[in-house]
């Protein structure tokens, strides 16, 4: 099996931070990628600037609230991509709030999860991520 590549767009270092542990107790090989605002999310996609060597990820693990092009807006240009928009988005934000939810799923977020806030709760969040988006899920190539 080839290593999943996943792009992690999220600007909290300590989330950052737990997100890469709960990937490293995965089953599968992962090559986590970190941008940490909209603009190198989209920099990153589009393999310019420093991004010229990137990967194109398996799957978007995408926070809404990050700096210079918030989440949404960074979905929304994904989606209407057409090299990119079947790349699986799962938006990963503190937010619960049912506009936010539902304004992800109108720019056609794969997935909304509300981040736990206690950290084991947190990690058992990433795990299922995983669990779901890499080892049951077909993705596209």
């Known amino acids: 099996m080839k290593e999943a590549q996943i792009l992690l767009v999220e600007d909290n270092e300590g989330d950052i931070i737990l997100t890469l542990e709960a990937f490293e107790e995965s089953k599968i090989k992962t090559k986590i990628s970190v941008v940490k605002n909209g603009r190198d999310a989209l920099e990153f ?3 310019r600037g420093e991004y010229t060597e990137a ?27 057409p090299a990119l928009k079947i790349i699986p988005v799962i938006m990963l934000t503190t937010s619960s709030n049912r506009k936010d939810i539902h304004l992800a799923y109108e ?19 990433i795990l299922k991520i995983e669990e779901f988006w890499l080892q049951l899920t077909k993705l596209p190539d």
């Open 107 to 125: 720019n056609h977020s794969n997935s909304y999860i509300t981040k736990p806030i206690d950290i084991d709760e947190f990690l058992k969040a």
């Open 55 to 81: 990967p194109k990820p398996d799957i978007i693990i995408l926070d809404i609230n990050i700096p210079i092009f918030n989440g949404h807006e960074v979905l929304k240009k994904i989606k209407e991509d």
């Open 45 to 47: 996609l589009y393999r």
